[in-house]
């Protein structure tokens, strides 16, 4: 799955990605599965729901791996 950060942004951050993508329904949720340990940035877990993605970064969650493209 691939997710582009729009021109006019930097960078998207961690929670907002699950979120924009439809693997938690809700901020609250993308927090706990982020705090829990769940996620996995560039092959790292990273329980910062703030954690800012660039375009080259991927992130794991849930079996679904999400490309970030600038």
Excluded: P, W
Excluded at 18 to 26: E, G, I, R
Excluded at 29 to 41: C, Y
């Amino acid at each position: 799955m691939e997710f582009r950060i729009k021109d006019t942004e930097e960078f998207i951050k961690l929670g907002q990605v699950l979120k924009a993508c439809n693997l938690v329904s809700s901020g609250v949720e993308a927090k706990e599965v982020i705090q829990d340990g769940q996620v996995k940035v560039n092959g790292e877990v990273d329980e910062r729901r703030g954690r800012k993605l660039y375009g080259g970064d991927h992130v794991e969650y849930d079996g679904q791996t999400i490309d970030i493209i600038k």
